[in-house]
């Protein structure tokens, strides 16, 4: 069974930054690309960032592309969101996900397992 917890959720003011983190239990987090989703109210879940197993090949969505920046660290267990420049329309539970196919890594289809969410308020 994994586990994904996130953390680092918060209230910002726009333009401020904030650290996401994903845990996950298991030995095989090395072996899987890890995504981060997010989820305004009224709105569909969206893809925002992948990363592959390695760390060698990053994804993200146009709207977050140069301000927010994914990474990981096998030996933690733990991957990141680094998001910088923050906007209101950034602000949404933010969700942590184990990738199984790289080629739906845009899309929740292509993951298994998800984490329970972490809030991202930005203030205007």
């Known amino acids: 069974q994994v586990q994904l917890v996130e953390s680092g959720g918060g209230l910002v003011q726009a333009g401020g930054s904030l650290r996401l983190s994903c845990a996950a239990s298991g030995r095989s987090f090395s072996s899987y690309g890890m995504g981060w989703f997010r989820q305004a109210p009224g709105k569909e879940r969206e893809f925002v960032a992948g990363i592959s197993w390695s760390g060698g090949n990053t994804f993200y969505a146009d709207s977050v592309k140069g301000r927010f920046t994914i990474s990981r660290d096998n030996a933690k267990n733990t991957v990141y969101l680094q998001m910088n420049s923050l906007k209101p329309e950034d602000t949404a539970v933010y969700y942590c996900?184990?990738?199984?196919?790289?080629?739906?890594?845009?899309?929740?289809?292509?993951?298994?397992?998800w984490g329970q969410g972490t809030q991202v308020t930005v203030s205007s």
């Open positions: 996900a184990r990738m199984v196919s790289i080629s739906y890594y845009y899309t929740s289809a292509g993951y298994d397992y």
